[in-house]
């Protein structure tokens, strides 16, 4: 009995330690790195690569170029004597000038994918074009040595079934492994500054380097030709949460080096810029974080309107959209925000943060992420004080100050307007109260605003001070009472949308 019981220990501590060293292998093969797969994929189940059969299996993308200077003819006659007649595409956003010359029987295509009323469709649709399983995107003036190439391209992309595509280095270039994030609720994209050592996934290769996947991959992008490619590519990527790998071991030929002089280097600068641009307006950024920390943004400014229309119902388009204020709007009310507070300020007028934008100084020191004006109670006699708020009160027309920002009388009742620019209506609300028997009021209300109600005159006396848009503004004494009072209990800890709906 006392051997049955030493044997079932036993044999219980080798099941466990036999789990342990499953899991432990298990776990090694899951982390290994893709650094040779042709080593460990028998050359045996691939299927062999010649000129061929080489174009039903792969096509060809050439996407990232200029039309001043360019090497698309050498590329091109360098591919199909490595790979035969594969398929190859060239692809431009507009009617290429100076043309390339292209030999009509090279089955090399030149794809225009600007709008053409004289064509149809299809015809600019290259995705439709594609017959083979694989598409290999490469720089211009990119060579290959032999077809073997592909075949070791494909067995590295096919060694983890989570990868979705293969970046592959050109000779003598170095990639580097970085890491971004792109947060489309709030409109921006930041990229990390540190490089990623020995990364399982590459979110973002920096290098010249060519790019293999599935066609259906590619398909499956919103926008899969746009440039600056393969920024483009990997933004989109990491949006839909797929896998990238850097393949170490196989390279891309050089032809010749291209952007050589100032001058080409400068235009191919500008070029880059603006396809960015063009593309951050596309898929809706406004913002984008350098390593740097520093900023840049791609929506409105004092001179272009606001990226949003007329509000319906206190609710902006951009929330039917899942998305919250774009951060160059909110930049723009913030600027038109201070300048406010430093004029009442300089005038002696008595003021105090109103609304949702004493909710947001409460709750995060800043507007609400998702709202488009600001709020400021004043009291009406003080208006006589101040020669922004006398002009704005009583002149027909609207008063520009000497920083450019509009004072007006709001069109919609009795209260104040100053607007970002004449052109960008970006603002700031001035309600005047007035004290009654104690109580503050106005002569206009807001029927939908729930909100937008008389209170005591001791919730401003006195005024305290609140940190909102990085200074210090007045507000009500005793603010999270204030605020319920005119909100709702709970008001501060449960944040909602204008339709009362929870954020997402």
Same mark, same amino acid.
């Given at each position: 009995?006392?051997?049955?019981?030493?044997?079932?220990?036993?044999?219980?501590?080798?099941?466990?330690?036999?789990?342990?060293?499953?899991?432990?292998?298990?776990?090694?093969?899951?982390?290994? $790195?893709?650094?040779?797969?042709?080593?460990?994929?028998?050359?045996?189940?691939?299927?062999?690569?010649?000129?061929?059969?080489?174009?039903?299996?792969?096509?060809?993308?050439?996407?990232?170029?200029?039309?001043?200077?360019?090497?698309?003819?050498?590329?091109?006659?360098?591919?199909?004597?490595?790979?035969?007649?594969?398929?190859?595409?060239?692809?431009?956003?507009?009617?290429?000038?100076?043309?390339?010359?292209?030999? $009509?029987?090279?089955?090399?295509?030149?794809?225009?994918?600007?709008?053409?009323?004289?064509?149809?469709?299809?015809?600019?649709?290259?995705?439709? %074009?594609?017959?083979?399983?694989?598409?290999?995107?490469?720089?211009?003036?990119?060579?290959?040595?032999?077809?073997?190439?592909?075949?070791?391209?494909?067995?590295?992309?096919?060694?983890?079934?989570?990868?979705?595509?293969?970046?592959?280095?050109?000779?003598?270039?170095?990639?580097?492994?970085?890491?971004?994030?792109?947060?489309?609720?709030?409109?921006?994209?930041?990229?990390?500054?540190?490089?990623?050592?020995?990364?399982?996934?590459?979110? %973002?290769?920096?290098?010249?380097?060519?790019?293999?996947?599935?066609?259906?991959?590619?398909?499956? %992008?919103?926008?899969?030709?746009?440039?600056?490619?393969?920024?483009?590519?990997?933004?989109?990527?990491?949006?839909?949460?797929?896998?990238?790998?850097?393949?170490?071991?196989?390279?891309?030929?050089?032809?010749?080096?291209?952007?050589?002089?100032?001058?080409?280097?400068?235009?191919?600068?500008?070029?880059?810029?603006?396809?960015?641009?063009?593309?951050?307006?596309?898929?809706?950024?406004?913002?984008?974080?350098?390593?740097?920390?520093?900023?840049?943004?791609?929506?409105?400014?004092?001179?272009?309107?606001?990226?949003?229309?007329?509000?319906?119902?206190?609710?902006?388009?951009?929330?039917?959209?899942?998305?919250?204020?774009?951060?160059?709007?909110?930049?723009?009310?913030?600027?038109?925000?201070?300048?406010?507070?430093?004029?009442?300020?300089?005038?002696?007028?008595?003021?105090?943060?109103?609304?949702?934008?004493? %909710?947001?100084?409460?709750?995060?020191?800043?507007?609400?992420?998702?709202?488009?004006?600001?709020?400021?109670?004043?009291?009406?006699?003080?208006?006589?004080?101040?020669?922004?708020?006398?002009?704005?009160?009583?002149?027909?027309?609207?008063?520009?100050?000497?920083?450019?920002?509009?004072?007006?009388?709001?069109?919609?009742?009795?209260?104040?307007?100053?607007?970002?620019?004449?052109?960008?209506?970006?603002?700031?609300?001035?309600?005047?109260?007035?004290?009654?028997?104690?109580?503050?009021?106005?002569?206009?209300?807001?029927?939908?605003?729930?909100?937008?109600?008389?209170?005591?005159?001791?919730?401003?006396?006195?005024?305290?001070?609140?940190?909102?848009?990085?200074?210090?503004?007045?507000?009500?004494?005793?603010?999270?009472?204030?605020?319920?009072?005119?909100?709702?209990?709970?008001?501060?800890?449960?944040?909602?949308?204008?339709?009362?709906?929870?954020?997402?």
């Amino acid at each position: 009995m006392a051997f049955s019981r030493k044997l079932c220990r036993r044999k219980g501590i080798c099941s466990i330690l036999l789990t342990m060293l499953i899991m432990f292998f298990f776990y090694l093969f899951k982390t290994l $790195p893709d650094e040779n797969p042709s080593d460990v994929i028998h050359q045996s189940n691939i299927k062999a690569f010649n000129k061929e059969n080489m174009p039903e299996t792969i096509s060809i993308i050439l996407l990232d170029f200029e039309d001043f200077d360019n090497a698309l003819v050498k590329t091109t006659d360098a591919l199909h004597s490595v790979l035969g007649r594969v398929p190859i595409f060239i692809v431009s956003n507009h009617l290429m000038y100076p043309p390339v010359e292209i030999d $009509p029987d090279s089955n090399v295509r030149i794809i225009n994918l600007e709008a053409d009323l004289t064509s149809n469709y299809s015809s600019g649709d290259v995705s439709h %074009l594609i017959r083979t399983e694989f598409v290999l995107i490469l720089p211009d003036a990119s060579s290959l040595e032999s077809a073997n190439q592909i075949k070791s391209f494909i067995a590295f992309l096919n060694f983890k079934k989570a990868t979705k595509a293969v970046a592959i280095p050109q000779v003598d270039e170095s990639l580097y492994c970085t890491n971004f994030s792109v947060d489309l609720k709030r409109w921006s994209i930041t990229y990390g500054k540190d490089y990623l050592r020995n990364p399982v996934n590459c979110p %973002l290769v920096k290098g010249t380097h060519g790019l293999l996947m599935r066609t259906q991959t590619l398909q499956s %992008l919103p926008l899969p030709f746009m440039r600056p490619f393969p920024l483009t590519f990997y933004v989109q990527a990491k949006v839909k949460g797929w896998k990238i790998r850097v393949m170490k071991s196989g390279r891309i030929g050089v032809i010749s080096k291209l952007y050589t002089d100032p001058h080409s280097k400068w235009k191919r600068k500008t070029s880059e810029a603006d396809h960015l641009k063009t593309f951050y307006k596309s898929v809706g950024i406004r913002q984008e974080t350098l390593p740097s920390g520093i900023s840049q943004y791609y929506g409105c400014d004092r001179h272009t309107p606001r990226c949003f229309g007329t509000v319906v119902k206190d609710m902006p388009e951009y929330l039917y959209r899942g998305r919250w204020t774009p951060p160059c709007c909110l930049k723009g009310l913030r600027e038109t925000a201070v300048h406010v507070f430093s004029v009442l300020e300089k005038c002696d007028v008595r003021y105090w943060l109103e609304g949702g934008s004493l %909710l947001g100084a409460v709750r995060l020191g800043d507007i609400i992420p998702w709202d488009y004006d600001v709020d400021i109670g004043i009291y009406k006699e003080d208006i006589v004080k101040c020669r922004h708020l006398r002009h704005a009160s009583e002149g027909s027309e609207p008063f520009v100050d000497d920083q450019d920002f509009l004072w007006e009388r709001a069109s919609e009742g009795d209260f104040l307007r100053v607007q970002y620019s004449e052109i960008n209506h970006l603002h700031v609300d001035i309600f005047p109260f007035y004290s009654k028997n104690g109580v503050m009021t106005k002569d206009s209300w807001f029927a939908t605003h729930r909100q937008d109600v008389e209170f005591s005159e001791k919730f401003l006396k006195p005024l305290t001070k609140i940190n909102f848009t990085g200074t210090l503004v007045s507000a009500p004494n005793n603010v999270k009472k204030f605020l319920e009072y005119k909100f709702g209990e709970g008001v501060v800890e449960n944040p909602r949308y204008p339709n009362l709906k929870r954020p997402v």
